[in-house]
């Protein structure tokens, strides 16, 4: 049995800025990407930028709505992945370069009236430096914070596993730095980084749904497409309903060599587990402009 979802279900997807596909979203242009996820049923995109800001926003707004779909979040990740560029790097025009581009995203963000993303951009320490790099980072996220929140949008901060990054693996971590910080900033939750960081899923959506503004899901162990029957999915979902979660969830997974196929398991995956679920009022929807 499926059943529709409470919340708008989004596909990650590469902006046109991207030198490539992202690894973990669609694997087509920006444009076609878009078309084949409305054909699939989703409702919006998370979209991967690199370089692209505030001027780019009436196109990708544009392209996304012919289809009938929104943008719901915009996501930082080829700013590292792509160019190498974190916040914690030694060098200071690294970090310099880093701050620009996630600060236009930021605009960008703003000018879509959705919440932006942040993860492995962090970086990672050098022995000897941790102190010094952690204060670089922790700068850096409080002022992107307060230039989203002032350009209509909210940072999102993703608890990430130590392989990508050395700040904030964990959930508590991450409100741990998000109450340091004294800026408007919001979690984003995702079942990979979780669980390689031996954080019992279920359990950080319940803790934390309310500063949540995305989750994120994967298979367990392959991070790929999500199956019909993973046994995990209801319980995240009622533990997301019951927290009051207003944000997107969003399929994010290696790809297997077929996006279409890909985003289509874990369209129905999703819906099957909606299905598993007792009838529930349902919450309040991401708003344009704000997240939860």
């Known amino acids: 049995m499926t059943a529709p979802l409470s919340w708008p279900l989004a596909y990650p997807v590469a902006g046109d800025d991207c030198r490539s596909p992202v690894a973990l979203g669609f694997d087509a242009p920006f444009a076609e990407a878009v078309r084949q996820l409305a054909e699939l049923g989703y409702d919006g995109l998370e979209v991967q930028v690199r370089e692209t800001s505030a001027r780019d926003a009436d196109a990708m707004r544009q392209t996304a709505e012919r289809s009938g779909l929104k943008?719901?979040?915009?996501?930082t990740g080829p700013i590292a992945a792509q160019d190498h560029l974190t916040l914690t790097d030694p060098s200071p025009d690294v970090r310099r370069h880093a701050l620009d581009r996630l600060l236009g995203a930021a605009r960008l963000a703003g000018a879509l009236g959705v919440p932006l993303t942040l993860g492995q951009v962090r970086g990672t320490f050098l022995p000897g430096l941790e102190d010094v790099q952690r204060t670089w980072a922790e700068r850096a996220v409080k002022q992107l914070a307060y230039e989203a929140a002032?350009?209509?949008?909210?940072?999102?901060?993703?608890?990430?596993?130590?392989?990508?990054?050395?700040?904030?693996?964990?959930?508590?971590?991450?409100?741990?730095?998000?109450?340091?910080?004294g800026a408007p900033v919001g979690l984003v939750l995702d079942t990979h980084h979780l669980e390689a960081e031996g954080v019992d899923a279920v359990q950080a959506v319940a803790d934390h749904a309310p500063l949540t503004g995305c989750a994120q899901f994967a298979a367990p162990g392959t991070r790929g497409p999500l199956t019909v029957g993973d046994h995990r999915l209801p319980a995240l979902l009622r533990a997301l309903r019951e927290g009051g979660f207003a944000g997107w969830l969003t399929p994010e997974h290696t790809q297997g060599g077929d996006s279409f196929k890909a985003a289509a398991r874990s369209r129905a995956a999703l819906a099957d587990a909606a299905g598993a679920l007792t009838p529930h009022p349902v919450p309040t929807v991401f708003q344009r402009g704000t997240a939860p």
């Open 71 to 75: 943008v719901l979040g915009v996501a």
């Open 150 to 181: 002032a350009r209509g949008s909210r940072l999102l901060l993703e608890p990430q596993s130590r392989t990508n990054t050395s700040l904030w693996h964990t959930p508590d971590q991450a409100r741990a730095a998000v109450a340091a910080l």
